[in-house]
Structures are given as C-alpha cells and as structure tokens.
C-alpha cells in the first residue's frame, strides 16, 4: 500500500549511518542534499535524525574504521607488544589502502580534521577506546598498566599512530614509518 502523499517517512539513525557508509564508500564523501534523496527522505528529516555532517561523518568514519579494526584483530598471530604494533600494522595498512578514505582526506581536509580530531566526530574518542581493549586483550590480566595509566597509555598511543597515518593531513610531509613505530614501543614500555 502506497504512502499518503506528504506522509513522513521515519528512519532511524542506524539506517542513515549505513546508508551514509555506502554513499561514502561510493564517493569518497557524504553529500546531505544526495544522501536524504537516496535515503528516499528530506533534508530536513536527514538532518532531524542526525543533527549535523560533521557527526554523521565521524559515524561512518568510525563504522568502517572499525570493521577494519576488527579484522586486524582477528588476524593478529602474536601477542604482548608486538601483538599491539601488528594489529596497528595491520589496521594502517587496510586505511591506507581505502580509496574512498583517502579521497576524502584529500578532498576534504579540514572537515577531515575536524571530524577525526575533535569531539563532534568522535571518532578519536571511540579509538582511544578501543585501543585501550586492544591493550587488554593482547596483555590478558598481567598488563604491566593501572586502570588510569592504561587509559593515557591508550591515548598517547593512539595519538602517535594517527600522527603516522595523518602526518600529511596535519604538517604537510610523512613521517617515517620506522621513527613512529620506535615511538609507538617506546610508549608501550611500562616505567618502572
């Protein structure tokens, strides 16, 4: 039975933020006005459920991030800090090699920024977290770490690799995938 003309249409975030996935992973980029026309919703209704790009973007950043993620994971072969480092390894190495992904950092830097970075997107909150399960799963109950250091330990780590993956978005020139990597081991060490 068809819809009465005018009748809204409800949809709930969940399926914005996939919907929103696909288009990215089609275009490099989420564009509102495209999006609520293939989400077969207004602009208004598009922006009611999601409240803002910027958001909306840090989901499906996060969303595909974290497939990605999940995959390093599974694949991961070693354990302790070198478990640590292989499923970053890993998880760079899928970012690096997702054309949608970089077609947006180069397309849209400063939103890129602005969505990776700050709190709007949340994208870099939500990898803190997971690092900070990564941590604990590759270490098991004898991590060498405090509650409250883990959470800075995960933090500064994290902050070390996204200065590797973004070094250009950020200061213009990469940095050398070797000094990071001493950086990033040299913050796993526990002080003791």
């Known amino acids: 039975m068809a ?20 288009f990215f992973l089609r275009h490099g980029t989420v564009d509102m006005d495209r999006l609520a026309t293939a989400l077969a919703i207004s602009r208004a209704t598009l ?3 999601v409240h803002s790009r910027d958001g909306l973007l840090g989901d499906v950043l996060w969303l595909l ?3 990605l993620l999940v995959r390093a994971r599974q694949q991961r072969r070693r354990g302790g800090d070198d478990g640590v480092l292989e499923v ?6 899928q970012l ?3 054309a949608p992904f970089l ?13 990776l970075f700050n709190a ?3 994208v870099h909150r939500r990898a803190v977290s997971a690092q900070r399960e990564i941590l604990r799963e590759v270490h098991g109950p004898g991590a060498p770490w405090s509650p409250s250091a883990l ?11 996204e200065s590797m993956i973004y070094a250009e978005l950020l200061g213009g020139a990469p940095l050398d995938p070797d000094l990071a990597e001493r950086a990033a081991r040299a913050v796993l060490r526990p002080s003791g």
Not at 151 to 161: C, E, G, H, K, T
């Open 151 to 161: 959470d800075q330990l995960a933090y500064l780590y994290v902050r070390i690799v």
């Open 65 to 67: 991030a974290e497939r």
């Open 3 to 22: 819809s009465p003309v005018g009748a809204r249409r409800v949809v709930s975030r969940e399926q914005v933020v996939l919907g929103a996935s696909r």
């Open 47 to 49: 922006y009611r459920v």
């Open 103 to 115: 077609a947006f950092l180069r397309g849209e830097p400063e939103t890129a920024a602005r969505v």
């Open 96 to 98: 690096r090699g997702s």
């Open 120 to 122: 709007t997107g949340g």
């Open 88 to 93: 970053t390894q890993r998880f760079t190495d």
